[in-house]
């Protein structure tokens, strides 16, 4: 099973983790990844704000470098995954702009025939492809007494408008199912496909605050220890702006954020070192070891105790 | 059949939104019915909810449109497009409203401009993003008041091996560049 693997540049930076993850999990489930030679970024959602075809154009190049040979892409960023399709979608179906972006291309010298690849992202990949008989077989130590929040966000599940296999726009499954099969507790988690606010962190602080309480406090009221993402934006909004949205409402959540594949590979029984635990800016190793140990030694998981239970009232943001 | 552009005196902002967004043409069927608005996670804090902004369209308000800060709140998370009950493109249709308003300056105001033009001026210049040098050129042109709240963040991000001080070039730059050049010329961008 081999994929053309586009890393994205997030995963080249701060979402290292993903990356480091990501390859070690695909090499013990067998996948195996060939990075795009010399990929560039897909602009994200920021590049198709100033440019129509130019923004496309961005994308259509790392479809067309693509080893012929090959028959599906993978990426484990949701923005990077949701740009890929667009553009293959946009150039298969309007003839006119797929005709410009052809003739783009071939101002580089490069080539892509639209649809003759499957773009896919990472998690779908590794439920749908390898699958539950598969998982649960490489499974040496399994998540169980670990409760965890199931985060989709936008991007992963929101389908550009047509693919019969693709998940549950707004109540996505196969995270929920992935976990199940490593042993986690899943709660459910209602939020899972709400908007994290995207780069609105860096333009709207109090926007981006509130959307990001919302996540925090369902996650609390449904007691997980941990929750896991399939995006690099949402994890890093998660961890890194948690304090930020503590001192704004006056909360205490201390929830660690991790990526669906750290924590598969941890299952896999791959050494936490190797999947880049650590790099999460709230640290996961406490709540990790606390959970996993006392699973081990208890026969019969008693209900979760809260610990981080915040406040029953609605939080509110602080006045000065 | 019922259609948006009966609302219409002046047809030509309607055409031109439509022409400009690849499957456009679904806003004409537009039942003003408010689930995009309603599902925007950041719809409470635009000046005009998407539904609002079609019909303001349909009436060929341009000005009042371009000037609207909601497309630029739009976070492409595209809730409201998968719940359009007319499959309306809306988050492609918030793209084409943020590139008319850039292009004729009608959106200096807005953050979300400054971000996205840093943001494609280090994809020029490398091939890829740098998060490093987009932030700190971003806070220093736009929110130097905010700047040093970013410090602790930084550091904390450092730490955790999560900030990179160099950014990743590909190789083939002028292979790029001849690409989106020539995207630009057939695309009518500036």
Known sequence: MTFAYYPGCSLEASSEAYDISARAVCERLGIELQEIPDWNCCGATEASALGYLSGHALVARNLALVDKSLKDVVAPCASCFLNLKKTDKLMKEDRKIGGKL????????????????????????VHRDIGHDRIQQAVVRPLTGLRIAPYYGCQVVRPVGDSGDADDP????????????????????????????????????EMSNELLRRLLYTADEHQADIIVCACPMCQLNLDAYQGKVNNAFNTAFDVPILFFSQLLGLALGIEADALGFGKEIIDSKDVLAAKLDQEETAETPSAPRRTRRVSRSLPMPKKD | MSDISALSTEPSFLDEVIDATSGGDRLRSCLQCGTCGGSCPNGSDMDHTPRALFALIAAGEREEVLSADAPWFCVSCYACTVRCPRKIPITDLMYTLKRIAAREHFAKKQ???????????????????????????????RKLGSIFSLGP??????????????????????????????????????
């Open chain 2, 111 to 141: 953050d979300a401009v400054a971000l996205a033009e840093n943001f494609n001026r280090f994809i020029l210049r490398y091939g890829r993003s740098f998060e490093f040098g987009i932030a700190s050129r971003f806070y220093l042109t």
């Open chain 2, 153 to 190: 963040l930084g550091i904390r991000m450092m730490r955790h091996g999560r900030l990179s001080l160099t950014p990743s070039k590909i190789e083939n730059l002028a292979q790029l560049h001849a690409i989106l050049d020539k995207a630009r010329e057939l695309g009518g961008e500036s």
């Open chain 1, 102 to 125: 052809a003739e783009a291309l071939e101002a580089g010298g490069l080539a892509y025939e639209p649809g003759s690849l499957r773009i896919r992202h990472l998690l779908e990949v």
């Open chain 1, 170 to 205: 707004e109540q996505p499954q196969a995270m929920d199912e992935l976990f199940s099969w490593l042993g986690a507790t899943v709660v459910d988690y209602p939020v899972k496909a709400h908007c994290c606010g995207g780069h609105m962190t860096q333009i709207s602080t």
